[in-house]
C-alpha cells in the first residue's frame, strides 16, 4: 500500500469553526489531490498541488484553501465549517509520468459539521 | 465539463454468478482513459481497472472484465463468478488524456454491489 496517511481520522466541530486535515505520505510523489465523497455524487475534486507551493482548484473548491509547504504534506482548510461540508475527505497522490498513471488513496477523514 | 453516469445505485447478485455494472459518460474529446474503482466497507478506494479510449481491445484483470463502447460513450464492468469480497461501492472515472501528469478524475456516483451467498 502507497505510504498515505491522513488525519484527524474522524472529526466533529461546530458550524463556524476552522478546520484543518493533514494529508502526509511517504512516497515523494509529485502530485497530492483532495476529494470530498458525497452520497449520489461519487468523489468530487476540491484542489490538487502540482509540486511544492503549487496548487490550483477542483470542480468543488469554494469554501475551501490548500497549501503544501512540503513534498509530504497537503493541508486542506475549511476557514469556516458549514454543514454542507460534512462529508468524507480523501487525500490521493500520483506520480510524475511515466509511472504516474495510479492514483493512491488514503484512508479518508470522515468530518462532521454540527 | 466531462460527466459520467451510474445509473444503477444498488446491484445485488449470488455468489458465483455474473453481474455487470454499467456506466456512461459524456465528452467531447477522442482520447481519454477509464477507471474502475472498488471501495469495501473499510473505505479505502481500489483501482479495479483501467482503459485506455484509443486501444479497441477491452480491458481485463482476472474476473473483471470491461466492455467499452466508445461511440455510445459506455463503460461496463463486468464480474464473473462473483465472490462475497467483491462486495463494495463500485465507481466509475473518466481522465482526459490532454492532462499531463496531474490524475484529475471525474467520478460517477456509485453502485453499491451486495453479494449474496
Known amino acids: 500500500d502507497a505510504g498515505i496517511t491522513q488525519s484527524p481520522r474522524h472529526k466533529v466541530t461546530e458550524t463556524g469553526t476552522p478546520v484543518t486535515l493533514r494529508c502526509h505520505q511517504t512516497e515523494n510523489h509529485r502530485y497530492m489531490y483532495w476529494y470530498r465523497q458525497d452520497p449520489g455524487h461519487g468523489l468530487r475534486l476540491i484542489h490538487y498541488s502540482y509540486g511544492v507551493k503549487d496548487t490550483d482548484k477542483g470542480e468543488v473548491s469554494d469554501g475551501y484553501s490548500v497549501s503544501r509547504s512540503k513534498t509530504e504534506d497537503f493541508l486542506l482548510t475549511l476557514e469556516s465549517a458549514t454543514s454542507s461540508q460534512t462529508s468524507v475527505y480523501f487525500c490521493?497522490?500520483?506520480?510524475?509520468?511515466?509511472?504516474?498513471?495510479?492514483?493512491?488513496f488514503g484512508s479518508g477523514t470522515q468530518l462532521s459539521v454540527l | 465539463a466531462q460527466t459520467v453516469t451510474q445509473s444503477q445505485p444498488e446491484m445485488s447478485v449470488q455468489e458465483a454468478e455474473t453481474v455487470t455494472l454499467s456506466c456512461t459518460y459524456d465528452t467531447s474529446e477522442s482520447d481519454y482513459y477509464l477507471f474502475w474503482y472498488k471501495q469495501p466497507p473499510s473505505r479505502q478506494m481500489i483501482l479495479v481497472i483501467r482503459?485506455?479510449?484509443?486501444?479497441?481491445q477491452n480491458a481485463t484483470e482476472n474476473r473483471f472484465s470491461v466492455n467499452f463502447q466508445k461511440a455510445a460513450k459506455s463503460f461496463s464492468l463486468k464480474i464473473s463468478d462473483s465472490q462475497l469480497g467483491d462486495a463494495a461501492m463500485y465507481f466509475c472515472?473518466?481522465?482526459?488524456?490532454?492532462?499531463?501528469?496531474?490524475?484529475?478524475?471525474?467520478f460517477g456516483q456509485g453502485t453499491r454491489l451486495t453479494i449474496n451467498p
Open positions: 490521493a497522490i500520483s506520480d510524475s509520468p511515466p509511472g504516474g498513471e495510479k492514483l493512491f
Open positions: 482503459q485506455e479510449a484509443y486501444k479497441q
Open positions: 472515472a473518466y481522465r482526459s488524456i490532454r492532462i499531463q501528469g496531474a490524475q484529475k478524475l471525474v
